[in-house]
């Protein structure tokens, strides 16, 4: 299967706000978009009841989601936690596992949590200029562990997909906590 021929284009990204110009798609993540994600469910059933906080945002540049497209998109994960657990995304494992993906952190600090489905886990930790390597058939889950928004760059084959049901059952190998000493990974 060859790609669809595209024009070749170019964005301008924002290293600190996360801005893709242009962007064709924007996906927002509440609370209420993740509540079996978080330990502590009475905690979030407040929160979401106070006013359903926006956790993340995606923006990407659509290209077809095939074999050969690369599609280029930036995610702002907002500062909070749910209880003592920081705000994170719902990770997913890719459709076809065979794939992999990149991270670059721009902005703030966090975490780039890994698993895979024979119980091997990692944690790498992320900020401005750190590249994370996604290696094929590794789940993966950001978390912002700092007091400003945790920003990065990330480019993923188009035919990847994202599979999130079997991390809504099986659940993420670790989970980051907010301590007196600082972020614990649990
Ligand atoms: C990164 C990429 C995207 C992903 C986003 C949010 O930008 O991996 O594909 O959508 O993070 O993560 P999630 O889809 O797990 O909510
Ligand atoms: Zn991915």
Redesign the pocket.
């Known amino acids: 299967m060859t790609a669809t021929p595209l024009n070749p284009f170019s964005l301008l990204l924002d290293f600190r706000s996360g801005a893709l110009q242009p962007y064709t798609s924007r996906?927002e993540?509440h609370l209420s978009d993740m509540k079996g994600a978080y330990a502590d469910r009475s905690a979030l059933e407040h929160l979401v009841d106070a006013g359903d906080p926006l956790v993340?945002e995606?923006l990407q540049y659509d290209v077809p989601e095939e074999v050969g497209q690369l599609?280029c998109?930036?995610?702002v994960l907002h500062p909070g936690t749910v209880g003592d657990e920081y705000f994170m995304?719902?990770?997913?494992y890719h459709s076809v596992r065979e794939t992999g993906?990149v991270?670059l952190g721009l902005c703030g600090r966090g975490y780039l949590l890994l698993m895979t489905e024979e119980g091997g886990h990692s944690a790498t930790p992320m900020g401005p200029g750190i590249v994370g390597y996604v290696p094929p058939y590794w789940a993966?889950?950001?978390v912002n562990t700092g007091e400003e928004p945790f920003v990065?760059f990330?480019v993923?084959p188009g035919q990847a997909g994202?599979d999130?049901g079997t991390i809504e059952q099986s659940g993420f190998a670790q989970r980051v906590l907010r301590a007196a000493e600082g972020p614990v990974l649990k």
């Open positions: 996906t993540r993340y995606v599609i998109c930036t995610t995304t719902k990770g997913h993906e991270y993966h889950r950001t990065f990330a993923y994202h999130y």
